[in-house]
Nanobody
């Protein structure tokens, strides 16, 4: 069915930028909310961004507000996370998550990607 694959992670210096991508493979009939989470070593998974299907409504926690921007291209079944002014505290595995209907007649389901590593260090 549907797979979510993240890309764009890597090693950057403090103050640098990265853009993460989450591409969905397989058919997508209807897409709802899509989110980015992160999990640092020894910490719980944290929601860092969310966007509705229309792209008109977004949500960020205070820790990333003003630095991170989530966007989507429904024609490409892809969601992006632009990360600017990165700090060492942003180091984590970033995963995308989506509520969607893969095929006509299916019920809404939740999907996770495998994650991509972001490391912010000098």
């Amino acid at each position: 069915q549907v797979q979510l694959v993240e890309s764009g992670g890597g090693l950057v210096q403090p103050g640098g930028s990265l853009r993460l991508s989450c591409a969905a493979s397989g058919s997508i009939f209807t897409i709802y909310c899509t989110r980015w989470y992160r999990q640092a070593p020894g910490k719980e998974r944290e929601l860092v961004a969310a966007i509705m299907s229309s792209g008109g409504s977004t949500n960020y926690p205070d820790s990333v507000k003003g630095r991170f921007t989530i966007s989507r291209d429904n024609a490409k079944n892809t969601v992006y996370l632009q990360m600017n002014s990165l700090e060492p505290e942003d180091t984590a595995v970033y995963s995308c998550n989506a509520d969607l209907i893969p095929n006509r007649g299916d019920s809404r389901s939740n999907y996770w990607g495998q994650g991509t590593q972001v490391t912010v260090s000098s």
